[in-house]
Protein backbone atom coordinates (compact mmCIF):
# COMPACT_ATOMS: atom_id res chain seq x y z
CA UNK A 1 0.00 0.00 0.00
CA UNK A 2 1.41 3.29 -0.96
CA UNK A 3 1.83 6.32 1.42
CA UNK A 4 2.61 10.21 1.22
CA UNK A 5 2.98 11.82 4.39
CA UNK A 6 3.43 15.10 4.15
CA UNK A 7 4.65 17.23 7.28
CA UNK A 8 6.62 20.75 7.96
CA UNK A 9 3.11 22.92 7.64
CA UNK A 10 2.45 26.19 9.77
CA UNK A 11 2.18 29.42 9.67
CA UNK A 12 4.56 32.10 9.06
CA UNK A 13 4.16 35.87 8.15
CA UNK A 14 5.29 37.38 4.88
CA UNK A 15 9.10 37.13 3.75
CA UNK A 16 9.39 33.99 6.25
CA UNK A 17 10.35 30.43 4.84
CA UNK A 18 9.10 26.97 5.52
CA UNK A 19 10.46 23.65 4.86
CA UNK A 20 8.21 20.80 3.67
CA UNK A 21 8.62 16.98 4.07
CA UNK A 22 6.89 14.30 2.15
CA UNK A 23 7.44 10.79 3.35
CA UNK A 24 6.75 7.68 1.10
CA UNK A 25 6.43 4.07 1.50
CA UNK A 26 5.07 1.39 -0.23
CA UNK A 27 6.84 1.90 -3.61
CA UNK A 28 9.67 1.93 -5.79
CA UNK A 29 10.93 5.74 -4.80
CA UNK A 30 13.65 6.21 -7.08
CA UNK A 31 11.21 5.07 -9.67
CA UNK A 32 8.44 8.16 -9.14
CA UNK A 33 8.64 11.10 -10.26
CA UNK A 34 7.70 13.66 -7.27
CA UNK A 35 5.75 16.76 -7.09
CA UNK A 36 4.22 19.60 -4.90
CA UNK A 37 0.60 20.81 -5.47
CA UNK A 38 -1.11 23.30 -3.36
CA UNK A 39 -5.50 23.84 -3.26
CA UNK A 40 -6.94 26.85 -1.65
CA UNK A 41 -10.78 26.32 -0.94
CA UNK A 42 -12.58 26.71 -4.04
CA UNK A 43 -10.29 26.59 -6.52
CA UNK A 44 -8.69 23.50 -8.47
CA UNK A 45 -5.35 22.22 -7.27
CA UNK A 46 -2.23 24.01 -8.44
CA UNK A 47 0.57 22.38 -9.69
CA UNK A 48 3.90 23.79 -7.71
CA UNK A 49 7.20 22.10 -8.45
CA UNK A 50 8.42 18.58 -9.54
CA UNK A 51 11.19 16.38 -9.93
CA UNK A 52 12.27 13.52 -11.79
CA UNK A 53 13.11 10.07 -10.22
CA UNK A 54 16.95 10.79 -10.02
CA UNK A 55 16.61 14.65 -8.89
CA UNK A 56 18.09 15.68 -12.00
CA UNK A 57 15.07 17.43 -13.60
CA UNK A 58 12.94 19.86 -11.62
CA UNK A 59 10.15 21.89 -12.78
CA UNK A 60 8.24 24.92 -11.16
CA UNK A 61 5.28 26.99 -11.69
CA UNK A 62 5.74 30.78 -12.38
CA UNK A 63 4.33 31.82 -8.93
CA UNK A 64 6.83 29.94 -7.45
CA UNK A 65 9.91 30.03 -9.49
CA UNK A 66 12.60 31.47 -8.04
CA UNK A 67 11.02 31.23 -4.45
CA UNK A 68 10.85 27.65 -3.73
CA UNK A 69 13.11 24.55 -4.36
CA UNK A 70 12.13 21.07 -4.60
CA UNK A 71 14.56 18.44 -3.94
CA UNK A 72 14.89 14.55 -2.91
CA UNK A 73 16.47 11.65 -0.82
CA UNK A 74 16.69 8.49 -2.59
CA UNK A 75 18.40 6.64 0.03
CA UNK A 76 15.93 7.93 2.64
CA UNK A 77 12.37 7.56 0.52
CA UNK A 78 11.84 11.81 1.27
CA UNK A 79 10.65 14.68 -0.83
CA UNK A 80 11.07 17.95 0.39
CA UNK A 81 10.13 21.83 -0.78
CA UNK A 82 11.90 24.47 0.75
CA UNK A 83 9.63 28.23 0.41
CA UNK A 84 11.61 31.18 0.85
CA UNK A 85 9.92 34.50 0.53
CA UNK A 86 6.43 33.11 1.51
CA UNK A 87 3.78 35.65 -0.07
CA UNK A 88 -0.16 35.74 1.54
CA UNK A 89 -0.83 34.28 -1.96
CA UNK A 90 1.43 30.63 -0.87
CA UNK A 91 -1.47 29.93 1.96
CA UNK A 92 -2.86 26.79 0.80
CA UNK A 93 -3.01 22.84 1.54
CA UNK A 94 0.36 21.83 0.10
CA UNK A 95 0.24 17.96 -0.94
CA UNK A 96 2.64 15.46 -2.46
CA UNK A 97 2.10 13.54 -5.59
CA UNK A 98 3.80 10.82 -6.81
CA UNK A 99 3.79 9.01 -10.42
CA UNK A 100 5.10 6.72 -12.16
CA UNK A 101 6.10 9.27 -15.49
CA UNK A 102 7.58 12.67 -15.17
CA UNK A 103 5.08 14.20 -17.38
CA UNK A 104 2.07 12.27 -15.31
CA UNK A 105 3.30 14.52 -12.56
CA UNK A 106 2.61 17.68 -14.06
CA UNK A 107 -1.47 17.69 -13.82
CA UNK A 108 -3.60 16.32 -10.65
CA UNK A 109 -5.58 14.47 -12.85
CA UNK A 110 -2.87 12.10 -13.75
CA UNK A 111 -1.03 11.89 -10.60
CA UNK A 112 -0.89 8.20 -9.34
CA UNK A 113 -0.74 8.85 -5.39
CA UNK A 114 -1.26 11.35 -2.81
CA UNK A 115 -0.41 12.12 0.43
CA UNK A 116 -3.17 14.01 3.01
CA UNK A 117 -2.14 17.24 2.41
CA UNK A 118 0.11 19.81 4.94
CA UNK A 119 -1.60 23.71 5.84
CA UNK A 120 0.44 26.36 4.95
CA UNK A 121 -0.68 29.69 6.39
CA UNK A 122 0.88 33.19 5.33
CA UNK A 123 -0.18 36.38 6.98
CA UNK A 124 0.86 39.93 5.99
Known amino acids: QVQLVESGGGSVQAGGSLSLSCAAS????????MAWFRQVPGKEREFAARIGGGGVSTDYSDSVKGRFVISRDNAKNMVYLQMNSLKPEDTAVYYC?????????????????WGQGTQVTVSS
Open 97 to 113: AADRYYWGVRTAAHADY
Open 26 to 33: GLTFSRHA
